[in-house]
């Protein structure tokens, strides 16, 4: 098992009072493996769209990935096209483990409707292109991932942001936030893994915490290799976009507590 990382690096989170100095200060540490892309430039990281991550769309009109120009601080948009069941995605590469002690947080904007709507945000086993979604369906969940932990929000169930796991293939209890999201609102969504274990977060635009989800055990299997995940579906033939602009995901280097 690692070393326990901060898990909300936020100024809110220093204010807090001395004791958050040393744990944030942490996270540049050389035995702390992180990637941090605020989408800024006319370009991803790595040249040409979609640069160093991976992309699939899918139906009438969806784009995959693509730098949204003149945005503030920097952000990407993925589009799932007019189509119902159109659908965008990112990911970046299977390098994390929640043995590691892995975190994924990403800063995205709702669309100005979220009725018809479904999204993802956290961690799965397999990169772009492979999965029309880590879950398949959210009520009493079912997935295409064998391995995954997301927080889902998918109308086709209810109106939750939930969180969802998978560990080869067996899908514990999902657990559901309390808090409504909102449309055209900026929200950080965040997944800590602790070995096998997972738990959500859910911060508002100015990096307060609104809610933290209970840990579920058994999320994920420990030692598979997971990639940063974003995910957006139509649930009618109304298009819903979904802004992003940050990723931010970390770990410890090694998974043996020192």
Not at 216 to 226: D, E, K, N, P, Q
Not at 230 to 246: K, P
Request: hydrophobic residues 45%; contains cysteine.
């Amino acid at each position: 098992m690692a070393n326990k990382i901060e898990s909300i690096s936020t100024a809110q989170r220093l204010r807090k009072g001395k004791s958050a100095i040393p744990s944030l200060l942490e996270l540049q540490g050389m035995d702390v493996f992180y990637w941090r892309d605020d989408f800024v430039g006319d370009l991803f990281y790595g040249g040409a769209a979609p640069g160093v991550y991976q992309s699939t769309a899918s139906g009438a009109a969806a784009v995959t990935a693509a730098i949204s120009t003149g945005a503030a601080n920097g952000k990407i948009l993925l589009d799932p096209g007019t189509d119902n069941a159109g659908r965008s995605d990112i990911s970046l590469g299977l390098h994390f483990t929640g043995s590691r002690n892995a975190h994924c947080w990403w800063h995205l904007t709702t669309p100005a409707n979220i009725g018809s709507f479904k999204f993802e945000t956290g961690f799965t086993d397999v990169l772009s292109g492979t999965d029309a979604g880590a879950v398949n369906v959210k009520a009493t969940p079912t997935v295409r991932a064998d391995d995954a932990v997301v927080a889902v929000f998918d109308t086709d169930d209810d109106t939750n942001l939930t969180l969802v796991g998978v560990a080869a293939t067996v899908v514990p209890t999902a657990i559901d936030f309390a808090k409504a999201l909102a449309a055209a609102t900026e929200y950080y969504i965040g997944i800590e893994l602790r070995d096998g274990a997972a738990r959500g977060y859910l911060l508002d635009a100015q990096g307060e915490l609104l809610e933290d989800t209970n840990w579920m055990l058994l999320a994920v299997t420990s030692t598979t290799l997971l990639t940063p995940w974003a995910f957006v579906q139509n649930r009618s033939g109304s298009q819903r976009l979904l802004l992003l602009d940050l990723l931010y995901a970390y770990q410890r280097r090694s998974a043996t507590a020192t």
